[in-house]
């Protein structure tokens, strides 16, 4: 397993001790790799002293994007941001910093343009899917 390439993008532990830990690498995880993950996990708990579940996966394509792991893995890709005020920015992200994200977007009037976003305009940004 590729440890030293992993990221937490969020970890969560609700009631009845069922604990939730999201995780991901740039090159991407398979589902053998979150069992292994799973199973290193469980090892360092004692379920003797603390009945509790364990889940282990990436977020998803459908998630938003928590973590500035996750914007350098999709940078040169495609990403959708939505802003406080509704808008739909979707295009290639070119560029992530504290305090602006740049994105490509093609327009058909004004044609191939660089878009930047301030942070706090930020809603959330996720991958776009695409069904091609």
Do not use: W
């Amino acid at each position: 397993m590729k440890e030293h390439h992993l990221f937490l993008v969020n970890l969560s532990v609700s009631k009845g001790n069922k604990i939730s830990l999201y995780v991901d690498s740039m090159e991407g995880m398979s589902v053998e790799e979150c069992i292994q993950l799973s199973r290193y996990i469980e090892q360092s708990l004692d379920r003797d002293a603390e009945d509790f579940e364990l889940n282990v996966s990436t977020p998803g394509l459908s998630k938003p994007f928590l973590v500035n792991e996750q914007y350098k893995k999709y940078t040169g890709r495609e990403i959708v941001v939505i802003t406080t005020s509704g808008e739909k920015v979707s295009g290639v992200l070119k560029s992530y910093d504290d305090d602006r994200i740049t994105v490509e977007v093609s327009e058909k009037k004004n044609g191939v343009i660089l878009k930047e976003i301030p942070r706090e305009q930020e809603k959330e940004t996720k991958p776009k899917i695409n069904f091609k």
